[in-house]
């Protein structure tokens, strides 16, 4: 069969999820081969090199945000998922508590420190190994220095002698009222002080200033935790981001003016700096067909940034705008929203997660090389 030409205007339609007032169209991918009769939509190494995109809006320490054009939904739900249950991190996993006289009961202060995210040497992080669990009853594996971090814990609560009279805040009355996570301290064994060097490899909290438990005089917390790596999949505390999600690029087409008053209130109906409102040209008047014409000077509504919209369909709530503005999304163009909790920088995230994606898809092709034998 003879190639059939496809317009440009036809694979923006292709690409482009409708979003009407009461539901979603155009929902289905249809770019596989044989669903268009005269196309070629087969998969090729090129084609998607040509036309795959990252793009970068904000890039710090602790949040990112990109753009992923150019791929299918699957693999950008893959991706999420490897940052949200599958990056390797360290957390506190075993707590051996031996004097406990705050008001915090042990449990409760044993969760907050599991869930108090460290960061350490990247390198120390992936020379360490997976401290196996075994099943009930069985004897528990052997702490090791590549499979085991241990921190420490000891503070008592005393009167400050050198206190001013009458003082009632208890951070200057008393010594150690607050238990803040940079009290937890780091204890190398073995060859982690060479794998974790300092000052910026040691293990040690994300945060310094996240507060555990408050204590009075007479009370003190003398504990000993255990580290070991692990991955969001078996619990959260080990999960490497605060949040990660993606969502399409919406899209805002006016098919009709929308002039003066109209158009004010069509700004109002979407997040600020994602419509303007500007005056009409003379040329734009002029022009046959544009609808402008005899409107020279008026205010008209134009779409300036849809990269800001949250889509609610505010605008498809009123009768004046029926007919004279289209909603979508682009179906393969995804926003990524990346919040680091600390022990990876939010970059360097997506990154590790293609390097997960990339060992699993080598896995896959070794076990069906295995199958075929």
Excluded at 200 to 208: E, S, V
Excluded at 280 to 305: C, F, I, L, P, R
Aim: one cysteine or more; glycine letters at 6%; aromatic letters at 8%.
């Amino acid at each position: 069969m003879v190639p059939i030409a496809v317009f440009p205007g036809e694979l923006d339609r292709r690409k482009t999820v409708g979003v009407k007032p009461e539901n979603v169209t155009n929902v289905t991918s249809t770019d596989f081969p044989g669903h268009y009769p005269g196309e070629d939509n087969s998969w090729s190494l090129q084609g998607f090199e040509s036309s795959f995109t990252v793009k970068f809006y904000k890039n710090n320490q602790y949040e990112s945000s990109f753009s992923l054009i150019g791929i299918d939904a699957s693999i950008a739900n893959a991706f999420r998922r490897i940052l949200l249950a599958e990056i390797p991190t360290l957390a506190v996993e075993h707590v051996f508590i031996h004097n406990n006289t705050s008001i915090v009961q042990d449990e409760v202060l044993a969760h907050r420190l599991g869930l108090v995210p460290l960061t350490g040497s990247i390198e120390g992080l992936r020379w360490l190994r997976y401290y196996k669990k075994l099943p009930e009853g069985e004897l528990a594996p052997e702490a090791a220095d590549f499979n085991t971090v241990v921190m420490k814990l000891r503070l008592d609560c005393t009167r400050n002698e050198n206190a001013i009279k009458g003082e009632d805040d208890p951070l200057k009355l008393y010594n150690n009222a607050h238990i803040y996570a940079h009290h937890m301290q780091w204890e190398a064994v073995g060859r982690q002080e060479a794998m974790f060097p300092p000052p910026h490899g040691i293990i040690r909290p994300t945060n310094p200033n996240i507060l555990l438990a408050k204590m009075r005089p007479g009370q003190g917390i003398d504990l000993e935790m255990h580290c070991v790596k692990g991955i969001g999949a078996d619990h959260a505390k080990f999960s490497p981001v605060a949040t990660a999600s993606y969502r399409l690029l919406p899209t805002i087409d006016i098919m009709r003016p929308i002039l003066e008053g109209d158009a004010k209130k069509f700004a109002r109906c979407f997040p600020k700096g994602v419509i303007a409102v500007e005056d009409v040209t003379d040329e734009e008047a002029a022009k046959e067909g544009s609808e402008y014409e005899g409107h020279a000077g008026e205010k008209k509504a134009v779409v300036k940034n849809p990269f800001k919209d949250t889509v609610s369909r505010e605008c498809l709530r009123h009768d004046e705008f029926v007919g004279k503005v289209k909603l979508g999304r682009v179906r393969d163009h995804f926003i990524f929203s990346v919040e680091s909790t600390g022990q990876y920088d939010s970059d360097a995230l997506f990154l590790e997660s293609i390097k997960i994606l990339k060992a699993k898809c080598t896995d896959l092709k070794r076990d069906l090389a295995n199958i075929m034998r």
